[in-house]
Nanobody
Framework: QVQLVESGGGLVQAGGSLRLSCAAS????????MGWFRQAPGKEREFVAV???????YYADSAKGRFTVSRDYAKRTLYLQMNSVKPDDTAVYYC????????????????????WGQGTQVTVSS
């Protein structure tokens, strides 16, 4: 019922910055937990960051200190500010949403989410 559309991906040089957005539409509650995942070619989808329905944030170790997840409840939009990007950040980035409440550890699992966007490509050149 809910649709998620990512945008903001593209080519960026190592050390640069990029801001991803994920716009939600449809009949979905605004009080949802939303997260970012990424998947590089030949690799499993991995957790990047999440912001819960209450505003708590959690980050993968690879993202801590470099990425910031935020949301605009009124605009129903999720953001990922990516700073000091590295070539290893190259991947398709997906946003996801869930109405369920999980322990902090389970927010990092793709199976915890009900809705997914189509993904946006981020390529970091060296």
């Amino acid at each position: 019922q809910v649709q998620l559309v990512e945008s903001g991906g593209g080519l960026v040089q190592a050390g640069g910055s990029l801001r991803l957005s994920c716009a939600a539409s449809g009949r979905a509650s605004t009080a949802t937990t939303m997260g970012w995942f990424r998947q590089a070619p030949g690799k499993e989808r991995e957790f990047v960051a999440v912001i819960t329905w209450s505003g708590s944030t959690y980050y993968a170790d690879s993202a801590k200190g470099r990425f910031t997840v935020s949301r605009d409840y009124a605009k129903r939009t999720l953001y990922l500010q990516m700073n000091s990007v590295k070539p290893d950040d190259t991947a398709v980035y997906y946003c996801a949403s869930t109405n369920s409440v999980y322990s902090s550890s389970r927010y990092s699992l793709p199976t915890s989410y009900d809705y997914w966007g189509q993904g946006t490509q981020v390529t970091v050149s060296s």
